[in-house]
């Protein structure tokens, strides 16, 4: 089983910028898709991001394409969601998320199998 850690959240100012990375341990997310989802207060948790097992896919919702970039570095056994021009309604916990092996990019939590334990994303206004 793979166990996945983000980290890189915190307090930002609107107009900022943050990189958010996920690390694997246990396996490696290698081959697979990999995606990110946040959850604000009082909400459900909902799709901001994913990617192929090749790396050349990704899929993103339409309320962050143009501002987030996500990406991995299977060398590092990491994925990054690189954030930029932040809104406080991007504020929310943020988690990384394995799915199936060669296949994605998913946009649906059900397609993905592994979870981390989240990572706060707060932008001021």
């Known amino acids: 089983q793979v166990q996945l850690v983000e980290s890189g959240g915190g307090l930002v100012q609107a107009g900022g910028s943050l990189r958010l990375s996920c690390g694997a341990s246990?396996?490696?997310?290698?081959?697979?898709?990999m995606g990110w989802f946040r959850q604000a207060p009082g909400k459900e948790r909902e799709f901001v991001a994913g990617?192929?097992?090749?790396?050349?896919?990704?899929y993103y919702t339409d309320s962050v394409k143009g501002r987030f970039t996500i990406s991995t570095d299977n060398a590092k056994n990491t994925m990054y969601l690189r954030m930029n021009s932040l809104k406080p309604e991007d504020t929310a916990v943020y988690y990384c998320?394995?799915?199936?092996?060669?296949?994605?990019?998913?946009?649906?939590?059900?397609?993905?199998?592994?979870w981390g334990q989240g990572t706060q994303v707060t932008v001021s206004s």
């Open positions: 246990g396996r490696t997310f290698s081959n697979y898709a």
């Open positions: 990617i192929s097992w090749s790396g050349d896919s990704t």
């Open positions: 998320a394995r799915g199936g092996k060669y296949s994605g990019p998913y946009g649906n939590q059900y397609d993905y199998d592994d």
